[in-house]
């Protein structure tokens, strides 16, 4: 299904419509087709409009009615934002700013960290890369979670389809760089001044550094400075949405049909009885049997893992001398379980990713080590399936 930014890009969006209101604007849907030629169909179905958006119709023959949908929206309204630091002064209290903008400096701290949009001119090598990368954090996120990403069985599709979208600036990249890798990134759509995050994902060997937060903050950033007036999250209650959001809406759909047309008529009457008992066994909570159903039917198996969670040893500097550790690099596939420790270890102790290094030592075990802190994982027998990870202060 079409969101909302890709809907008004469409050829029958433009022809059934003269223009959408929003945020006190109007803006023209131009459209070199005539809709009062007799090709028009007999009857439209546009879904997940949000509430603050009207839709403004060409044909005066043609009559619309709205259905509220039992789906909640969440965006973010810039109007009266003049920077970043504005609307985070509105949106949170003071612990809550510290909290978040210290995932922003201790990412920047520990990583040599860039941000880039890619709108408009994009090379197509770069673009498969970065649609790749994303393919592959999707996949790596909700194995670990054993669910399935809705957008997966659309995704070729997508790739096919979203480069041009993107050279004809109704389509961006945003992604933060750890150097030139790729650690979270986000699919959006451009429709006038709303900017619409529509797939996100992010490296989960990056996990404890909260990139969920730290992208929307850098794109509510480049809306501020770009003349956007809202951020768009879409539809799904997640918590991250709820927090940032101060525009929380229904959708509306709308069954469009020409009232003079007895066949245009009926089909219409009938799509709006059909979708009114839909949503209202929507509100009933009639659509979540399936998944409650499924949760119980289904039990995923949990997965084996050579390494498991242990009791860490801090580590001194007399420890170190004498031992035979031996420089391995994490992203060499056998070490490549490594990296979210080290991550963790440079989120906890601050240290910065440049200066740290990590060691293979006798029996299967390895140690982390920075300028000021040190960090050993051991490799033991036990059914828990995690790492207990502990940091001491090098002396």
């Not at 957008?151 to 109704?170: A, D, G």
Request: aromatic fraction near 14%; charge should be positive; hydrophobic fraction near 35%.
């Amino acid at each position: 299904m079409l969101v909302f930014p890709q809907l008004f890009n469409t050829t029958e969006f433009k022809t059934m419509c003269s223009s959408i209101s929003y945020a006190n604007q109007m803006v023209m849907c131009e459209s070199n087709l005539d809709s009062k030629k007799n090709n028009l169909k007999s009857c439209y179905n546009f879904k997940l409009i949000p509430d603050y958006i009207t839709l403004n119709l060409k044909n005066t023959h043609y009559k619309p009615v709205k259905i509220k949908q039992q789906n909640l929206g969440y965006a973010v309204a810039l109007d009266g934002c003049n920077t970043i630091e504005d609307y985070m002064q509105k949106q949170f209290n003071s612990k809550k700013r510290n909290i978040l903008n210290r995932f922003v400096k201790r990412l920047e701290h520990c990583f040599q960290i860039t941000y880039q949009m890619h709108l408009g001119n994009l090379n197509k090598d770069v673009y498969d890369s970065i649609m790749e990368a994303l393919h592959q954090m999707i996949l790596k996120r909700f194995d670990e979670r054993n669910e399935t990403h809705k957008n997966l069985k659309e995704w070729e599709s997508l790739v096919k389809n979203t480069y041009q979208k993107i050279v004809l600036n109704q389509a961006s990249l945003f992604v933060i760089y750890n150097q030139d890798n790729p650690i979270e990134i986000s699919l959006n759509y451009h429709f006038n001044n709303i900017l619409f995050s529509y797939i996100s994902s992010y490296d989960i060997d990056y996990s404890k550094f909260g990139l969920g937060h730290v992208e929307i903050y850098k794109q509510l950033e480049w809306c501020v400075k770009n003349g956007y007036v809202l951020f768009e999250m879409g539809v799904g209650g997640m918590d991250y949405k709820r927090r940032w959001s101060n525009k929380i809406y229904y959708y509306n759909q709308y069954i469009i049909y020409h009232s003079n047309k007895l066949t245009s008529f009926v089909l219409g009457n009938y799509q709006i009885i059909f979708y009114k008992i839909k949503e209202f066994l929507k509100l009933k909570g009639v659509n979540q049997l399936g998944q409650i159903l499924n949760k119980i039917m289904v039990k995923t198996p949990g997965k084996c893992k050579s390494y498991e969670p242990l009791n860490l040893e801090p580590l001194t500097a007399l420890n170190c001398l004498g031992q035979p550790w031996i420089e391995i690099d994490c992203s060499a596939t056998p070490f490549q379980f490594l990296n979210r420790y080290r991550n963790d270890f440079l989120y906890t102790s601050l240290e910065q990713s440049k200066a740290t290094k990590v060691y293979q030592i006798p029996n299967g075990n390895y140690v982390i080590m920075g300028l000021k802190h040190i960090q050993t994982i051991k490799k033991i027998n036990t059914t828990k399936n995690r790492l207990n990870i502990s940091t001491d202060k090098m002396v």
